[in-house]
């Protein structure tokens, strides 16, 4: 009993740092994905466009940053940049994993909202044109808004991975989580702190999981 109450004792004292790594980790996450969805909007744009060089740059940049590891665009952001140029270095670990994380969501992004685009029928965008309203006006006034209700649900799910995901920027000593958890197991020399770690982790990945059913339900493709 005096073993257990020492150890819950201890768990307590590592909740402080672990939330202020969690402090980190949501805000990463929530403004990489934000920005990645504007992004990835100009990118899913570029990439139904009929013009070839903007077809061919979006569908270029889709495929890099889907198709090469995220911990290889944070360590390129952070430790390659600067071997380019002086002038690209980045000392700001949290703006170095924003770049990263922003960059690779909006590659993703960029396919959900191409997707949810394309999925409505083609007969709204011709009547908004019959209607005399531009192409820019057509999507912007008709077709993306409807597509929003599609988004919801694929872009809940890049949230949460990204979430999980963002552990990756322990790697340049910026302090999540999983950085917190492992300097705590180093300090203490006990791997218990992965306990209320992944615990943290879950109590988070199931708000988000609640907040995303909620939007899902409210703006349903069928109601």
């Not at 949230?159 to 920027?169: R, Y």
Request: overall charge positive; some cysteine; proline content about 4%.
């Amino acid at each position: 009993m005096q073993k257990f109450t020492l150890i819950l004792h201890k768990m307590l004292s590592w909740i402080p740092p672990l939330l202020d790594g969690a402090r980190i980790t949501i805000s990463l996450t929530v403004v990489s994905v934000s920005a990645g969805l504007v992004l990835s909007l100009f990118v899913a744009l570029g990439k139904m466009s009929k013009n070839v060089i903007l077809n061919k740059i979006s569908t270029a940049y889709i495929f890099f940053f889907r198709g090469t590891p995220l911990l290889m665009q944070l360590y390129f952001v952070y430790y390659g940049l600067p071997q380019i140029s002086a002038a690209l270095t980045i000392n700001d670990r949290f703006l170095a994993a924003f770049i990263a994380f922003t960059l690779n969501s909006a590659a993703y992004c960029a396919e959900i909202i191409r997707a949810a685009i394309q999925s409505i029928d083609k007969g709204q965008f011709e009547a908004s044109r019959a209607l005399g309203l531009s192409y820019a006006q057509s999507l912007r006034l008709v077709i993306i808004p409807q597509s929003i209700r599609r988004l919801i649900p694929p872009v809940g799910n890049e949230f949460i991975m990204m979430l999980k995901d963002a552990s990756l920027v322990s790697i340049i000593a910026l302090t999540d989580i999983t950085k917190a958890t492992r300097s705590i197991s180093s300090s203490t020399a006990s791997a218990m702190v992965y306990i209320p770690a992944m615990v943290l982790y879950l109590i988070i990945t199931a708000v988000f999981t609640l907040v995303f059913h909620k939007l899902e339900k409210k703006y349903s493709v069928y109601e």
